[in-house]
């Protein structure tokens, strides 16, 4: 079974464009997070989608969005970038996440985003 | 504050030596994971531990729960250089609400195994 793929791997943009990043799960997963991870931070949660809603919101503002489509594909979206949104961005899947979850995500490789 | 507290943060040793990480939390996880990632790359998934005083092996690793679901450990025997990277320990926390597809990441351990 293939894993999670990210595309692109790198991407350099400046300040004030915008960037799409894309995540195709694992065959047969249908939820999807998506995370941000930096030196000075680490893995901080950004959002969770399943069955093209979004479930679950992490603490980052409206310039970071996300959607899901019906195959389960995800992208997430940054406008007016700014240079610390510098970071690898990383996207999981899982087959199903309760609230209690005990299910295990999957990440993929990671899109390495540098704003300049 | 950091929910999910990695001990020690560095760790530098030799080919052979033996090894510890801890991973611990004053909250109650329904279960936790493992990761070990190498640099510019995403985390690879180790092991998961869901039952309290759980034990798994996976071959010179050993991974412990907690009884209390609260903390877990990481031990590494006769450690080799193809184990360096960054180990994170993540858990859902759940703790009077939903955690969908929320995963909380301790800081990470970055372990060098030098030849």
């Known amino acids: 079974k293939a894993g999670v793929t990210q595309t692109p791997r790198y991407l350099i943009k400046t300040r004030g464009q915008q960037v799409t990043l894309s995540c195709s799960p694992i065959?047969?997963?249908?939820?999807v997070s998506w995370y941000q991870q930096t030196p000075g931070q680490g893995l901080q949660f950004l959002f969770e989608?399943?069955?093209?809603?979004?479930?679950n919101k992490g603490n980052f503002p409206g310039r970071f969005s996300g959607r899901q489509f019906s195959n389960s594909r995800s992208e997430m979206n940054v406008s007016t970038l700014e240079l610390g949104d510098s970071a690898l961005y990383l996207c999981?899947?899982?087959?199903?996440?309760?609230?209690?979850?005990?299910?295990?995500?999957?990440f993929g490789p990671g899109t390495r985003l540098t704003v300049l | 504050t950091q929910l999910l507290e990695q001990s020690p943060q560095f760790l530098s040793i030799q080919e052979g030596e033996n090894l510890t990480v801890y991973c611990n939390s004053s909250?109650?996880?329904?279960?936790l994971q493992w990761y070990r990632q190498e640099p510019g790359e995403g985390p690879v998934l180790l092991v998961t531990?869901?039952?309290?005083?759980e034990v798994k092996k996976l071959k010179r690793l050993t991974f412990q729960f907690g009884d209390a679901r609260k903390d877990s450990s990481l031990h590494i025997t006769a450690a080799q250089p193809g184990d360096t990277g960054l180990y994170l320990c993540?858990?859902?926390?759940?703790?009077?609400?939903?955690?969908?597809?929320?995963?909380?990441f301790g800081q990470g351990t970055i372990l060098t195994v030098h030849p």
């Open positions: 999981a899947s899982s087959h199903y996440i309760t609230g209690g979850g005990t299910d295990t995500q999957y």
């Open positions: 065959s047969g997963h249908r939820s």
């Open positions: 989608y399943f069955s093209e809603t979004q479930r």
């Open positions: 909250s109650v996880f329904s279960s």
């Open positions: 531990v869901v039952t309290g005083g």
């Open positions: 993540a858990g859902p926390l759940t703790a009077g609400g939903t955690s969908y597809g929320k995963l909380t």
